[in-house]
C-alpha cells in the first residue's frame, strides 16, 4: 500500500507564495516521474510541473518563471515553491507518482495524493 499526502496549501494574497509538499510512504522501491497537477472548479485537471527521477523538469507555460518544482528522493518527497500568485492559480493541487512498488517484476504503479487546495485573493 501506497500513499501520497500533500501539504501545504491554504489562501494567500495575489503575488505571494506557498509551499506545496508531498510525501510517500508505504511499500515503495523507487519513484519515476512526479508530478503537480491542479484542477481549478468548471475546469480539466492539467499538469502544472513534472519531474522525472533523474531530476529534469518540465513547467505549464502558464507557470514558467513562478514554480519550481523539486524532489528529496532520499524521504520519498516532492514540492512545489509558487511564487508570485495569481487568482488564476486557484485550484486543488494534486501529487502524482510512478512508484515501483516490488523489485520482480518491477511493478510500477500511479498513485495520486488526495489534494490541496489553494486560493488565491485578488
Known amino acids: 500500500q501506497v500513499q501520497l499526502v500533500e501539504s501545504g496549501g491554504g489562501l494567500v494574497q495575489a503575488g505571494g507564495s506557498l509551499r506545496l509538499s508531498c510525501a510517500a510512504s508505504?511499500?515503495?522501491?523507487?519513484?519515476?516521474?512526479m508530478g503537480w497537477y491542479r484542477q481549478a472548479p468548471g475546469k480539466q485537471r492539467e499538469l502544472v510541473a513534472s519531474?522525472?527521477?533523474?531530476?529534469?523538469?518540465d513547467y505549464a507555460d502558464s507557470v514558467k518563471g513562478r514554480f519550481t518544482i523539486s524532489r528529496d528522493n532520499a524521504k520519498n518527497t516532492l514540492y512545489l515553491q509558487m511564487n508570485s500568485l495569481s487568482p488564476e492559480d486557484t485550484a486543488v493541487y494534486y501529487c502524482?507518482?510512478?512508484?515501483?512498488?516490488?523489485?520482480?517484476?518491477?511493478?510500477?504503479?500511479?498513485?495520486w495524493g488526495q489534494g490541496t487546495q489553494v486560493t488565491v485573493s485578488s
Open positions: 502524482n507518482a510512478d512508484i515501483k512498488v516490488d523489485l520482480f517484476p518491477g511493478r510500477i504503479v500511479n498513485y
Open positions: 508505504g511499500r515503495i522501491f523507487s519513484i519515476n516521474a
Open positions: 519531474t522525472t527521477s533523474g531530476g529534469s523538469t
